[in-house]
Structure formats: C-alpha cells, structure tokens
C-alpha cells in the first residue's frame, strides 16, 4: 500500500473519530436527561406522568424505528438547515446525534431500572427531593450501568459512521466506497475493516475499564 494512501486512511480515521466522539457528546448531552426523564415519570416513578411519559416514550419509539439510513436521507434539508450542507462529516454528524438520543434515552432508562427501589425509598424518607434523588441516588448508583450502555452507543454509531460514507459522509466508510469499492482496491477494503475492528475493541476495552472503575460494589 502506498504512502498516499496510508495518509487517505489516517485522514478518514480521523474525520470517523471526529463525527463519533462529537455526536456522542452531543447525543449523551441530550439523551441522559431522557433517559432521566423517561425512567421517572412512569408509573411508580418519582416525577409520575404517565401522558407525558407515554408521549416521550412514543417519540422516541418512532425515532429509533427508522432505518439510519433511510434516516440520513429523510432530514437532508433539516441538516442543510443546521450546518449550510448535507454532506461531508459536519453534516453527518446531525442524522447521527438524532439517531443516538432516543438510543441512549432508552439505554441510561434501563440502566436506572436495575437501581434498587429500597434505595430511592430511604432517600424519600429522609426528605430528599426528586432532583436530589436523581443526582444523588439514581445516576450515581446507575453509573457502571450507564457507561456500559454508552459504550455500546458509540460502538453502534462507529458502524452508522460509515454507513454515513455511502452518502459523502467522510470517514472510512466513505474511503471504502470511493477507494475500496468503485475502484476496486480490496487492500483499501481490508485495511478499513481492519481499523474499524481496532477500533471498536479499544472503544469496548475503555469503555469496561471505565465501568469497572465505577462500580463500587
């Protein structure tokens, strides 16, 4: 493989990691107070509302039951609206932070889930209210949980980055089509599976350091 397309595949490695790690921002920013949201207001829940929840819940349903792909070219002209484009890694970046919150809204939900109710009970009965009890019971206990959960989010959205090449989204999916693909260079195809693979096994070994390191139990 020559020298120059050594440089192509450390620049689409970098354009992959810039549209992750700034739609996981964005996304997590986003979807852990949906998550919040979703878990507390069901029946039983400290900030019971169960139309609001229904409500949420049903969007965020919708939401996750489009194809990204189908997803991508369904807002082209919401993320020409945000970012003046709908192609290169910027604009990819939109259909990718909308993919994720309801993912993550409904992944942090579960992890708040497994959270001992017994916990939330002694917090009520010393007088704590909802938002305390969130921020002191609830996300710290489900911490582990909630990071283990992201680090499958951003797994997934490692694949839909390169899904996103298929429409001049950048990064190694793109590389792979223009290069691997259309002309036929299976070593390019190979070597971007390769980094692909690196690449989800090091965002997985983190991302269980990391739970590890948070779970005190």
């Not at 507390?40 to 990204?68: C, D, H, M, Q, Y």
């Not at 980055?161 to 590389?175: E, K, N, R, T, V």
Request: charged letters at 10%; proline letters at 5%; aromatic letters at 4%.
């Amino acid at each position: 493989m020559s020298a120059g397309m050594v440089d192509l595949l450390t620049k689409a490695l970098g354009e992959t990691v810039y549209m992750v790690a700034v739609s996981m921002i964005i996304a997590t920013l986003l979807g852990v107070p949906l998550g919040v949201l979703l878990q507390t207001t069901k029946k039983g829940g400290i900030l019971e509302a169960p139309a609001l929840n229904k409500a949420v819940g049903g969007v965020v349903n919708a939401v996750r039951s489009i194809p990204f792909i189908i997803l991508m070219v369904a807002i082209i002209p919401f993320t020409r609206l945000i970012v003046g484009s709908a192609i290169g890694t910027t604009a990819a970046m939109v259909p990718l932070v909308i993919a994720a919150i309801p993912f993550i809204g409904r992944q942090v939900e579960t992890s708040l889930t497994e959270v001992p109710y017994g916990l939330v009970e002694a917090a009520l009965s010393m007088g704590a209210t909802p938002m305390q009890i969130i921020r002191r019971v609830l996300l710290p206990e489900a911490m582990p949980s909630i990071i283990q959960q992201l680090t499958t989010v951003v797994i997934s959205l490692v694949g839909e980055s390169a899904m996103a090449g298929a429409i001049g989204g950048g990064g190694l999916g793109d590389l792979a089509i223009r290069y691997g693909y259309q002309r036929f260079r299976p070593d390019v195809m190979i070597a971007t599976v390769i980094i692909l693979i690196v690449l989800v096994q090091l965002v997985q070994f983190l991302g269980n350091l990391l739970a590890k390191r948070l779970n005190k139990k």
